[in-house]
């Protein structure tokens, strides 16, 4: 064997058993500004750190090293001895998660969170019981480290309370209208008269010349004659009297009218805690759009939608009361205020809705909307100078009095409530008359015994 043979030979003789120490090297976990003090075998001749922006290391005494971690990161430690022996030690610097641990289980003391620590980062496991809990402890975690990795899991949770919410609708329109107006009609020599305020469409004359202050005619047509002459009545109002001997006719208008319209809707609505639910009664009407971009011109439908509407969200809070948020609306369609655009009829929404958070006992009711609307509309007409005669001037005076009011009260009524058991009876729906009673074979009609049964 050659010299150089002999050289390599203990150089990889040597590499050998220093990579061998490398493997069976000592592991240590520190934590960010804590230090920590090793007690070595030997007196220590020197002491070297891969990286000392992470560790610092330095002896003590003759066989004591102080050890402090400086930055996050991994080094590596190689300490001689005065014997000539070697040790190496792979220092990993992390986090220091006490002050994080302390306020988790301050602010969650009945809940299972093990923050780790992985270099520059954290990982929360453990399992909470919702949601809330997981976002919060993130929240906490992001101030002590720039990286969160939430593994936190919900536990299976008892069942969800159901909440059942039993609301009124109720609704009362009254309208009172009261009308009142008189047309005059005579005939003086050959020329034929009429007279009216123009509120109420006046008797049309055929034939004949007249002096009319009514409007046009809009109704049908009654037929009478004065002397020879052909008379033609487009209207009569509610009273006719006409004299012969007087040349004289009188239409006179004189209504009233009430109505009342009551609309009473209970609908009741089950939904679990915290998920919203929706009622609606009514439907939808179809209202054009026009488009533009690539399809501009074109025209689309769309449905909106009118009737009784109630959404809420419910809530059980710790003090086992009911926290709701509730939108309620009630709109029908108004023809009287709706556009026509290109040949399209839309109608308006007359609509009254609220929209309130209230919180309540289970069974307490409360009234979410009373609505009180009172409308008066008064139209007087009257002909000038004639109007004004003391006895006679009522002839030439018309008046249209219309009064409206609107209440609607809205009643609501929380309760928490549970399905039927398994062997619990089940509710049946009452039915006035059978349906759909399936006939015998012989196409025979049942009897009420066999409809019945089925």
Not at 229 to 238: G, N, P
Request: hydrophobic share 40%.
């Amino acid at each position: 064997m050659t010299k150089s043979s002999l050289i390599h030979l203990v150089g990889a003789f040597a590499l050998g058993a220093s990579l061998a120490s490398a493997q069976s090297a000592e592991d240590l976990r520190m934590t960010v500004g804590k230090s920590v003090v090793i007690d070595y075998p030997s007196d220590v001749r020197q002491i070297s750190t891969s990286n000392p922006d992470v560790i610092d290391a330095s002896p003590v005494t003759t066989r004591e090293i102080l050890l402090h971690g400086k930055a996050v990161g991994s080094a590596t430690m190689i300490v001689w001895s005065k014997a000539g022996q070697r040790t190496f030690y792979n220092v990993n610097v992390d986090l220091n998660l006490d002050p994080l641990r302390r306020m988790l289980r301050e602010s969650f003391p009945n809940e299972n969170i093990n923050p780790v620590t992985s270099r520059d980062s954290i990982v929360l496991d453990g399992q909470v019981s919702n949601k809330d809990v997981v976002d919060r402890a993130a929240v906490i975690a992001a101030a002590f480290a720039k990286t969160v990795v939430n593994n936190l899991s919900l536990t299976a949770g008892p069942v969800e309370k159901q909440i059942l919410l039993r609301v009124k609708f109720a609704e009362l329109d009254r309208t009172r209208e009261l009308q009142y107006g008189v047309n005059l009609l005579g005939i003086a020599g050959q020329t034929q008269i009429s007279g009216g305020t123009g509120q109420f469409s006046a008797a049309g004359l055929s034939g004949t010349s007249a002096i009319n202050g009514g409007t046009s005619p809009t109704a049908a047509t009654n037929n009478g004659t004065i002397g020879s002459s052909a008379l033609s009545i487009t209207k009569a109002l509610s009273l006719f009297a006409f004299n012969p001997s007087l040349n004289l006719g009188a239409f006179i208008q004189a209504l009233q009218s009430e109505s009342i319209l009551e609309v009473l809707t209970e609908p009741n609505l089950v939904t679990t805690d915290g998920k919203e639910a929706t009622f609606l009664v009514g439907g939808e009407f179809p209202v054009p759009i026009l488009q533009g971009g690539a399809n501009s011109g074109a025209v689309t439908i769309q449905f909106r939608e009118f009737g009784i509407k109630l959404i809420f969200l419910p809530k059980i809070t710790a003090n086992n009361t009911i926290k709701m948020h509730l939108r309620q609306e009630v709109s029908t369609l108004d023809s009287a205020d709706g556009v026509t655009i290109s040949g399209f009829t839309i109608p308006a929404l007359s609509t009254r809705r609220a929209e309130t958070d209230v919180e309540l006992s289970e069974g307490q009711s409360f009234v979410i909307a009373g609505l009180v609307d009172n409308r008066e509309t008064d139209s007087f007409s009257k002909i000038p100078i004639l109007g004004s005669l003391p006895i006679f001037g009522a002839l030439f005076k018309s008046r249209d009095e219309k009064k409206q009011r609107t209440d609607l009260v809205v009643l609501v009524t929380p309760e928490v409530t549970a399905p039927l058991a398994a062997n619990d009876p089940k509710p049946s729906l009452y039915m006035p008359k059978d349906f759909l009673v399936r006939l015998d074979p012989n196409n025979a009609p049942p009897t009420k015994k066999s409809a019945k049964k089925n």
